[in-house]
């Protein structure tokens, strides 16, 4: 059995998680890496499709456990619905760019973050993706929005 405690944002939960306050933490890899890397806290577990996959290298995933098992966290750049196409277009592009870099490339990396990039409309599948698969997950487990 678990109780769940809530935080607000990774930095204090974290900090509760080493001053022993707290037992497990659920945190995203680029917030926990520098502190798994000095021992601070131990990664038991992963929630990334397969190991190796980041900067945690071997540690076992999820899905060892519990087949199916897939949570991946991503990052994206939003703007208000009554920007200009052309901005739009723009930022995209720019963006992309700056994240094909291998200086940029190899940061994100180092933080184990991924890079991809893509089109508005890819990234607006994603959200749409995610919202189904983790939208039908929390309704079915009754949870309400706050």
């Known amino acids: 059995d678990m109780i769940m405690v809530n935080y607000k944002g990774n930095g204090p939960a974290l900090n509760a998680l080493m001053g022993g306050e707290i037992n497990l933490l659920f945190d995203v890899v680029n917030i926990a890496i ?66 094909q870099r291998p200086d940029v490339r190899e940061r994100f990396g180092a933080s184990g973050l991924q890079v991809t990039g893509g089109t508005p409309e890819e990234f607006g599948a994603v959200l749409r993706r995610d919202y189904d698969k983790y939208g039908a997950a929390l309704r079915s487990a009754g949870v309400k929005p706050e």
Not at 51 to 73: C, H, N, S, Y
């Open 34 to 99: 520098g502190h798994v890397k000095s021992g601070r806290v131990r990664a038991i577990a992963s929630t990334a499709p397969k190991r190796g996959m980041g900067p945690l290298g071997d540690v076992p995933v999820m899905a060892e456990t519990i087949p199916g098992f897939e949570l991946v966290t991503w990052h994206g750049v939003m703007v208000s619905p009554a920007t200009p196409h052309a901005l739009v277009e723009r930022i995209n592009r720019e963006l992309n760019g700056v994240l």
